[in-house]
């Protein structure tokens, strides 16, 4: 049976996943029998730790009571009840470590009896010290020798055989930690090989096929980007197959329709650039009077059908730039360029406009100089500032400014329009795309200058954006990249301004 391309890829997920969980509890099963061994050794270790305790406490408290009574030094005192509670914390602290280990919970139980008697002992003999204070206490200390021993020595008989016992086990715990350890290296480097034999295999039985088709689809992306013909269908009826019959649909598709938009852009360029320039022409002609006089009516007829056959071929022009600019078919002739002389032609180009509007154009002193195709990037500035001025109330002015920032020049428009909606800051450089609303449809344009703005804007390396918000104008800005230091002109308003 052969398997899918979903059967594959599950198989080879699956076997290594399911030998990884597999080995994943056996492991977890090792490190709890390690973590196990390792606190039974703390455990004892800590067990032997309060035996010694005790049994320090305990001779520390004979040693404090018998200075005391040399002394007198009430400091004596506090450190032999001090040393008391240690050994009664000490006791309980024994008995608490002991309490799931039957043997060593009786060897603590014994050590308590002891302790505590040896403890009886010694405050009998602080309260007969302490009551006659005045003197040195004088009983035989043989006697009380006698006394503390024949109380103490049991515990440390007790203590001696727990000591014997936990010595037992903290010697067994590491050599038992250190076969684990090595049981557990061989495991994990035999289960590491496994994992990766089964791997190498699964991949390798299953990869064979697959890498060879995916490699014929990876040649046919390469053929398909550089316009070469693809190599023949796969055959079979698997998941790769069919994304090569898709794929080949594809391309015949994508070539279907660059045919078809190239035969449109040709159609454009000759039959109807050229007869609409030469109806343009003749409404010239008739509104200039070259072939008689035209009534009021008819004078309004020829330049309202002079207006929109300037439409149609700027319309035109665009679809040519932004086809040329997407197919990379347009070459940028880039120079130093003063940022004043492209203003200049810019500012030119749109006064009349302007002036008809009552608008001011008012231009930084700023000159710094780019490196551009100046031809380009007054088409960029003649687009901008047409929108402005279209959109700008009458008497309001236009701003142009040109700031340096890190190695580029950013070039800003700044009008008073209604602004431009959030949700549409993006969509506007896109082709065919206008913002939605009465004072935005007025200008009649195509949807295509921002979004030929962009392309050109980005084939000079630089970006282009928009500041807006509702009812408070708009900035346009985009950014080339700066040449050489800044330069400034004195009297830069007088010659570059232009009033309505």
Sequence with gaps: MRLNLKQKGLLMVSAPLLFEALFILILFAFLEIAENKANKETQSRLVLQEVNNISKNIFDSASHLVTWNFT?????????????????????????????????????????????????????????MVGDSDRVYSPNFQEFRRDFNAEFDPFLKEAQMLVNEEERVQKSVPQAIEA?????????LTGFAI????????????????????????????????????????????????????FHNMADALRAAEQTKREFVQMISHDLRTPLTAILGTFELLASGAYGKLT????????????????????????????????????????????????????????????????????TEANPAVSADEDR???????????????????????????????????????????????????????????????????????????????LVESHGGTIGVDSEVGQGSRFWFTLKKVGPARTESNMNAGHSATG
């Design 72 to 128: 007198h030094k009430r400091a004596e005192l506090q450190k032999f009840d001090n040393t008391m509670l240690g050994i009664a914390d000490s006791i309980d602290n024994l008995k608490e470590l002991s309490a799931d280990n039957e043997v060593r919970r009786e060897h603590a139980r014994k050590l308590e009896i002891y302790g505590k008697a040896t403890m009886r002992n010694l405050v009998s003999h602080r309260e007969k």
């Design 180 to 188: 684990r350890k090595t049981a557990l290296r061989i495991f994990l």
């Design 195 to 246: 994992n990766i034999a089964i791997g190498i295999f699964l991949s390798i039985y299953f990869s064979r096929e697959i890498s060879a088709r995916l490699a014929v689809l990876t040649e046919n992306s390469q053929r398909m980007a550089i316009g070469k013909p693809l190599l023949e269908r796969i055959g079979g009826g698997d998941e790769v197959s069919n994304l090569d019959k898709v």
């Design 296 to 363: 009021e009516r008819g004078s309004t007829r020829v330049k309202d059908a002079e207006r929109e056959s300037e439409r149609l071929i700027s319309l035109i022009n665009e679809l040519l730039d932004i086809d040329k600019l997407e197919s990379g078919n347009m070459q940028l002739i880039l120079d130093e360029c003063e940022i004043q002389n492209i203003f200049r032609r810019a500012t030119e180009a749109v006064t009349v406009i302007a002036e008809n509007r009552k608008i001011k154009l008012e231009i």
């Design 377 to 455: 990037v007054v088409q960029i500035m003649i687009n901008l500032l047409g929108n402005a001025v279209k959109y700008s109330p009458e008497g309001e002015t236009i701003k142009i400014d040109a700031v340096e920032d890190n190695g580029f020049v950013r070039v800003d428009v700044i009008d008073h329009g209604p602004g431009i909606p959030k949700k549409d800051k993006r969509l506007i450089f896109e082709r065919f795309k206008q913002i939605e609303g009465e004072e935005y449809k007025r200008s009649g344009s195509s949807g295509l200058g921002l979004a030929i703005c962009k392309a």
